[in-house]
């Protein structure tokens, strides 16, 4: 079956440290791969995305890259800042038919001026 | 453009109450989405309307969820009789299409409903 798994959180870093959150998926064919972002008392908001193996999704200093030899799409930023706690969920939409966004648990980024 | 619009943004009940929650989508987008997210959890798909068809409510347990879409905008989410662990947040997203992976069709979610059952 289609699934996601994120390391577990909460992540607490000082400002300006390098972040890396791991996500790995299983998934039959080839889906296509998101990073969303929650922030307190808000929706889910889309971060970024991957279609196909090797491409890199980036946004707002934020970039993953689609990895298919080891189903990975790990985020990574090279300098957080306080604005950037928040939870993040990597997800996956499975390649054919009508999408069905499969979420992972979750990670809680906490920083720390 | 407005976001998705979703309420109440609380309510607590008793088990074995009722519940509704609304949500009007983005305009002109063709499909709605129910999600529930259960604390520590990442968000499950209850119910996917394409304009007011249902195309997946495969994991909607339908002997206490209802959901409809009337005329393809607006939808509504019941909850009769609600259980303990329907405790968690019900987020609706909506998209223009069903194929999320287009760059035109990504996910806009709402900012969610909270539900406690006592």
């Known amino acids: 079956g289609n699934s996601v798994t994120q390391m577990e959180g909460p992540v607490t870093l000082s400002e300006e440290a390098f972040l890396t959150i791991n996500c790995t998926y299983t998934?039959?064919?080839?889906?296509?791969l998101f990073w969303y972002v929650q922030y307190p008392g808000e929706g889910l908001q889309l971060l970024l995305k991957?279609?196909?193996?090797?491409d890199k999704g980036s946004n707002k200093g934020f970039e993953a890259t689609y990895r298919k030899e080891t189903t990975s799409f790990h985020l990574e930023k090279g300098s957080v800042q306080v604005s950037d706690s928040a939870v993040y969920f990597c997800a996956l939409h499975p390649r054919g038919g009508y999408n069905k966004l499969i979420f992972g648990a979750g990670t809680r980024l906490a920083v720390h001026p | 453009e407005a976001g998705v619009a979703q309420s109440p943004r609380y309510k607590i009940i008793e088990k074995r109450q009722s519940v509704a929650f609304w949500c009007n989508p983005i305009?002109?987008?063709?499909?709605l989405y129910w999600y529930q997210q259960i604390l520590g959890q990442g968000p499950k798909l209850l119910i996917q309307f394409q304009n007011n068809g249902v195309v997946d409510d495969s994991q909607l347990p339908k002997d206490r969820f209802s959901a409809e879409r009337l005329k393809g905008v607006d939808s509504t989410l019941k909850i009769q009789p609600a259980k303990l662990e329907d405790s968690a947040v019900y987020l609706c997203a909506s998209s223009l299409g069903g194929q999320v992976s287009s760059g035109a069709n990504v996910l806009t979610f709402g900012a969610g409903s909270r539900l406690t059952v006592l």
């Open positions: 305009s002109g987008h063709a499909t």
């Open positions: 998934a039959t064919g080839y889906p296509s």
């Open positions: 991957a279609t196909k193996a090797d």
